[in-house]
Every structure is written in C-alpha cells, then in structure tokens.
C-alpha cells in the first residue's frame, strides 16, 4: 500500500515529524497490515482495541489531533431494546438515559470539546402522550442528578439546552435553566442537550430572525451570507456548530430532521448497537473510525483539519 509523508506541526507543539496517512487510493478498505506502531503512547492505546490497521501503520501522532471537537449522538433503538429483553418500553428509555452521564464523561476525558446528545425531535411529540410524558420526567431527573453532579464536578462541564423550550413542561424548563445556572462560569466540555429540537424548524426560526431584522432596517438583504445565517441558528451558542462526528445509534441511516445547515462536511458513524447498550466503548468505537477518514471539506485539504 502506498503511503503519503506529509510534514507536519503538532498544534499543540508535541511530537511530530512526520504523520503518514494512507493514500487516498487504499482508503476504501483499511485493511493494510504495514507498520506498526511507533514507541509507547499512551493515549493511543485507549483506541487500539478497535483502530483499523491501516490507521496504526505509520501513524506518528499524537490522538489529540484527530479528536473532534465535536461530536453528536442521536439516540435511538430504546423501543426495540425493550421488546427483545420483554421489558417495558419506559425501562428502555431510563437505561438509555442511565448511559449519558458516562458517556458525557469519557468524552470530556479524552479531550472532546462539545457533545451534543439530541434527546427529542418536534415530530416525536406526535408519540405516545404517556411516552413523551415519561420522558420529560427522566429528563428533568438527569439534569437535576447527573447534569449537576457533572458540571460540579472537577470536570468543568458547561451545559446548555437548544430546541423550542417552550414546548416543554414547565418543570422541565426550570430544570434546563437550574442546570444551565450552575454551569455558567464553567470552563471545561460544553455539554448541548438538543430537546425538542428540530433541524428544519431551526433553520426556519433563523430565517424569520433575519427577515425581522431586514423589516427593522437592521440588515441588508445583501448583506446575508452563510455567516449571518449560521449566527441565527440555535447552535450559534457554541464556537462548533458543525459536528465533526455524527454518531447514530440503532442501524437506522438517516437524519430524521437533526442537524440539517450544520452537516454539510460531518463524518457519519452508524451502529446497529441499540442506544441502551452504547456505552463507553461504542464511543471509542466512533472516534477510532473517525481517525481514519478523509476530511476534504469539499476541497482536499487535508486530514482532521
Ligand atoms: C416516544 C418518544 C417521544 C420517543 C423519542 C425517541 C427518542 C428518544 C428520540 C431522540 C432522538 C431522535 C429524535 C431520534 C430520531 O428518531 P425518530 O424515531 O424520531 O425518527 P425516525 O422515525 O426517522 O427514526
């Protein structure tokens, strides 16, 4: 298999000399079984159980550089977990929640700078009154538990809530601004719980933000590019709007109305694992694909830019 040598500057002025990457050619299968790894590296090893070959060989460098800043999870296959153990479908969803906190957790420790979990869409309202209604209570218990013992804890975790709040319970929207209250001056993972969100209604509601401000005199019809757009999006709160991992749990391959403006250049992970059943290393899993892909960006820059 042929190897491309680039030099290259670790931006955090580690190692480095020279980082192979596989040739776009030999991309496809990462089946090689060239090189080895190099020397003793801890972080590295935290990957190994899963990293293709072809991504050990040769590769001099450090995980950070191929960590995402951003990941995002959509949950899903609570229903069809709870069917195959013949246990209830309310018990799917609370296991299901019972995983966040570890899964936030280990994020945050392998250098991840923000999470998104999306916890509900607007269509998922057309469910079940007592499904949604369950959910809403095992929400408010995760951010009144976990999402406080996780943004007080030494961790640092900032969290914050995107979705039309104001279709959720009352209770639940107190619990959203206790947690968000308590992270305020954190510094550490930035921790997003999409709730009620959804990727078409966010790009409507940014829409209706720039024409408002166009009726106000406030901006330019010309004025609007794909800057102006982005900063009237929900996820404008945060400096990565755009995913750089896309993880879907339950083998379903769609978007199902996420993150529509924000993925234009995502890498997708899609697992048959059901979301109750993904833990820790189903994580790793995703981040050891994620290091052996392509990033072009439309444009063939380069690697995990
Ligand atoms: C009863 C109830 C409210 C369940 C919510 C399920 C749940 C935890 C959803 C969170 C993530 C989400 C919106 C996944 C998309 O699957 P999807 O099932 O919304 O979309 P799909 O039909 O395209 O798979």
Redo the contacts with the bound molecule.
């Keep these: 298999m042929a190897f491309l040598q680039l030099p290259t500057v670790s931006p955090i002025g580690r190692i480095n000399s020279k980082l192979l990457i596989p040739s776009f050619s030999s991309l496809r299968t990462c089946t090689s079984t060239a090189g080895k790894r190099i020397g003793e590296r801890p972080k590295l090893e935290r990957f190994s159980r899963s990293i293709p070959k072809c991504c050990l060989a040769g590769a001099e460098t450090e995980i950070d550089e191929v960590t995402p800043n951003h990941v995002a999870i ?3 296959g ?2 069809k977990w709870a069917k195959s153990r013949g246990v209830t ?1 309310q018990e799917g ?1 609370q296991t ?1 929640v019972n995983n966040w906190k570890h899964i936030i957790s280990r994020a945050s420790q392998l250098g991840i700078k923000l999470l998104t979990i ?4 607007p ?3 057309n ?2 009154k007592m ?2 209604d369950f ?1 809403m209570r095992i929400y408010e218990d995760f951010l009144r538990s976990d999402v406080k013992e996780l943004v007080t804890s030494q961790q640092d975790i900032q969290f914050s809530a995107i979705g039309d709040k104001s279709r959720l319970p009352e209770y639940l929207q107190d619990a959203i601004s206790y947690a968000e209250g308590l992270s305020q001056a954190n510094k550490g993972m930035h921790f997003i719980l999409a709730v009620a969100y959804g990727g078409r209604e966010d790009i409507v509601e940014a829409a209706r933000k720039i024409a408002a401000k166009v009726e106000h005199g406030i901006l330019r019809p010309d004025d609007i590019d794909e800057a102006t757009f982005e900063q009237h999006l929900m996820t404008n709160i945060t400096k990565f709007p755009s995913p750089d991992l896309l993880i879907r749990a339950a083998g ?1 391959q ?1 978007l ?3 993150f529509l403006w924000q993925l234009p250049f995502t890498e997708f992970y899609f697992t048959p694992k059901l ?1 109750p059943d993904f833990g820790e290393a189903d994580l790793l899993d995703a981040l050891a694909s994620y290091r052996c892909r392509y990033r072009g960006f439309g444009e063939r820059k380069g690697i995990h830019e």
């Design positions: 959509i949950i899903d609570h229903r479908v969803h299901g999306w916890a509900l869409s269509q998922n309202f469910r079940s499904e949604v959910l379903e769609r199902s109305n996420f979301f």
